[in-house]
């Protein structure tokens, strides 16, 4: 099939599926790009209705956090970004990371059951304590409001990584033996996102902290902290997630609250 085709026939079976008031309405569909997340802020700053969504088969410069790349065989797997415009405080912006795992990790265990679907705060969605999914969430205050882009990708059909990832990468086809739909995938994740960003404010956010922390992986565990931008581990024990979306751990020096950082498992460490 030809290109023009192809994302034309894409577009036209994710609008079918789409049950959203306005999630995903507006879509940039790309067979090859060099990020979602690029692409959705540009078009945020061109003034995207919010809802706006990009999607592309692939990636050239996919990417995580802290310039840290987000690998991904092409066709195989879903990468997309979300341009939103929430009325949180800046404070309480990682609130938008809470309800984006929840959605995403409640959507991936409809497909993994029974298979335990787990959030490694906080943003990393884990099958058999292996990721299968990223988030990245970038707000740019160029214009006059804040415009959020949530970028995720999600392996999905993918049956093998690079051996740099292997080890701590896995996708839901290794680990269900099943290829899943990325298109009716995509559809569940728009909608349970969209319920639980309108619902979203300061006064309901406990509700989604709690669910969060139900699928929360290694809580009251003894883990090691990468501090944020720095080679600096600290060890100490998951306590929860504050009312902000921050981690309380727990340390030798009594119980802290962090906005950023990673959680590390000894064998798992970002590079
Ligand atoms: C993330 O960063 O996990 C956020 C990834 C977000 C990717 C999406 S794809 C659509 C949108 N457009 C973009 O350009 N990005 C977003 P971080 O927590 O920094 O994790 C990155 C690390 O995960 C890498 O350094 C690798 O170690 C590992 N990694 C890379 N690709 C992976 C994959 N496909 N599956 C699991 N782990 C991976």
Redesign the pocket.
């Known amino acids: 099939m030809i290109k023009e085709a192809y994302v034309h026939a894409q577009v036209a079976q994710l609008k079918e599926a789409l049950r959203t008031d306005f999630l995903g309405h507006e879509i940039r569909y790309f067979k090859q790009t060099d ?3 690029t692409q959705a802020m540009t078009w945020a700053e061109e003034g995207a209705p919010e809802g706006s969504l990009v999607i592309a088969e692939h ?1 050239t410069q ?5 310039g ?5 065989k092409g066709s195989q797997n879903l ?3 979300l341009i939103l415009r929430p009325n949180l405080s800046p404070s309480h912006l990682s609130l938008l990371t809470i309800i984006t795992s929840l959605s995403v990790a409640e959507a991936i265990q409809e497909v993994t059951t029974p298979l335990p679907v787990l959030i490694k705060w906080p ?2 969605i884990l099958l058999n304590q292996k ?1 299968c999914c ?3 969430i970038e707000t740019a205050h160029s214009t006059a409001q804040p415009q959020v882009v949530v ?3 999600i ?1 999905v059909n993918q049956a093998s990584f690079s051996e740099g ?1 292997s080890h ?2 896995t996708s839901l086809l290794l680990e269900t033996g099943r290829h899943a739909d990325r298109l009716q995938l995509l559809a569940r994740i728009l909608l349970r996102l969209e319920h639980y960003y309108k619902a979203l404010d300061e006064e309901t956010a406990p509700i989604f902290i709690d669910k969060y922390t139900q699928t929360l992986a290694y809580l009251n565990e003894s883990i090691n902290l990468r501090q944020h931008g720095t080679e600096n581990f600290r060890q100490g024990i998951i306590r929860g997630i504050s009312a902000s979306g921050a981690l309380l751990f727990e340390t030798n020096q009594g119980l802290e609250t962090l906005h950023a950082g990673e959680v590390t498992t000894n064998d798992q460490i ?2």
Do not use: C
């Not at 840290?68 to 991904?72: K, L």
């Open positions: 990020s979602t997340n990636q996919g990417r995580g956090r802290q840290r790349a987000w690998e991904s990468l997309f970004s943003n990393d990721k990223g988030v990245l970028g995720i990708g392996n990832i701590k990468a970002d590079h």
